[in-house]
């Protein structure tokens, strides 16, 4: 960079100062990883893992990092790791997040990381929990568009207006970050959970579903719409953004503006 | 329960292991956790109508028990006043005793609806839930009763 010059030199010698400043730009961090093996232990318990690693990167690249030159044993979930399949979401200091899109820089590496399952799920090992009950609550609000009569021979139709009222909600990609950072779903698996009514208002409010009202009595339940206490964790969790509560709420609206 | 160990496998480290992968550890499963077959379908808007009464009961004892503790403590010589000549005073007319009886009633259902709902959200074992919902549901309906039987069997001359 100090031979302005002659671009050939410059060029290399940048080359040189970024691969000497990406060594010193790493910085030491601790995970603090809830781990937890049936096979050996009944107790789940706390590890510390101290790596060497680039503040810009996220915390996915350190479980990888763990779990490739540290410790083999460590279990995670991850698939496409760029915050689209949802597989990987963890409490990470607390807080619901996608591994894969939490930065190390933005959750303050100088104090301990701590990372652990989802709450609300049966842990099977270290991060992994079942999803068992969080896609039975999926299927039981029937994520898929139902209508009557005779197929159309053309596509269904929908004008821009009309997309856009269910827009938030088609963003969902099931991490079920929401659902596990609701008390209610804590104490209460049998509480359908933020993602299950997410899913339901994706149809609900689809101008070209027909099943709505049937979505609508199946929320309508003693575990439906009406055990959320709005504490908006769902909406804070949530890596894609989607207003869940609003979403939640929305729904309640119209199943009192059905009967009245 | 947090542990200093760097680098290190703490898991693996036992030499005498209770628990292998033929005899693993029972997990720890979540209370009531959804199955196929739960919860099931009621088809009744019992809820949605708790809920809406819920919104409007809180917002109709907002009025009445303002009003009410306007009355009893602040207004004309504060809660000096208040004996059995004021409150006898008071349930001369029919709509003191109609204010006093939709506060009773409101907030015996508001609160006790509103425990029912923490209940339902924080009691994990069905026989807990049953108990403390039948506990709840007497103490409320007691309530309600002796009040309403108080506001309107109230007699000034009683010696």
């Known amino acids: ?104 820089k933005d959750i303050n590496p100088e104090k301990p990381i701590t990372v652990e399952p989802i709450k609300g799920l049966t842990v099977l090992k270290d991060l992994v929990v079942d999803m068992d009950p969080f896609f039975q609550a999926y299927r039981d609000v029937m994520p898929f568009l139902i209508t009557k009569g005779n197929e159309p021979t053309r596509e269904r139709l ?93 729904v309640k609206r119209a199943l009192i503006t059905r009967r009245f | 329960m947090s542990t200093d160990i760097t680098d290190a496998v703490e898991l693996t480290g036992s030499s005498v292991a209770p628990y292998s992968p033929e005899n693993p550890a029972p997990v720890i499963e979540p209370p009531r956790a959804r199955t196929k077959r739960t919860p099931r379908s009621t088809r009744t808007n019992f809820e949605m109508y708790g809920w809406l009464f819920m919104r409007l009961s809180g917002v109709v004892l907002v009025v009445l028990v303002i009003g009410h503790l306007l009355i009893q403590l602040v207004l004309d010589g504060g809660v000096q006043k208040v004996g059995f000549a004021f409150v006898a005073g008071r349930w001369a007319s029919p709509f003191w005793q109609y204010w006093d009886l939709a506060m009773l009633w409101l907030a015996m259902l508001h609160g006790g609806n509103g425990l029912r709902t923490v209940i339902n959200d924080y009691a994990e074992q069905a026989n807990t839930r049953v108990w403390l919902k039948t506990l709840l549901f007497t103490a409320v309906a007691f309530t309600i009763v002796l009040g309403s039987l108080v506001i309107f069997t109230f007699d000034p001359n009683i010696r």
């Not at chain 1, 009514?197 to 339940?221: C, K, T, W, Y």
Request: one cysteine or more; proline letters at 4%; a negative charge.
């Open chain 1, 158 to 250: 929908q004008s821009a207006e009309d997309r856009e009222r269910f827009d938030d909600t088609t963003k969902c990609i099931l991490c079920a970050a929401c659902t596990s950072s609701c008390p209610v779903f804590w104490n209460d698996g049998q509480y359908f959970g933020p993602a299950a009514i997410v899913n339901a208002h994706r149809f609900i409010f689809d101008s070209r579903d027909e099943g709505g009202e049937q979505r609508l009595e199946i929320l309508n339940d003693k575990d439906g719409v009406w055990r959320c206490r709005t504490t908006f964790n769902c909406t804070d969790a949530c890596p894609r953004g989607i207003e869940v509560t609003k979403a939640i709420q929305e």
């Open chain 1, 1 to 104: 960079m100090s031979t302005p010059n002659s671009p050939t030199l410059d060029k290399h010698s940048s080359a040189l100062d970024a691969a000497e400043n990406t060594a010193s730009h790493l910085i030491t961090v601790t995970l603090r990883v809830r781990r937890f093996n049936p096979e050996v232990s009944a107790e789940a318990e706390w590890v510390d893992y101290r790596l060497p690693i680039d503040p810009k990167e996220r915390v996915l690249d350190a479980l990888h990092k763990i779990k490739w030159e540290i410790d083999g044993t460590l279990t995670f979930r991850r698939s496409c790791a760029h915050g689209v399949c949802g597989s990987d979401a963890v409490r990470i200091n607390g807080r619901n997040r996608l591994a894969c899109k939490t930065l190390i």
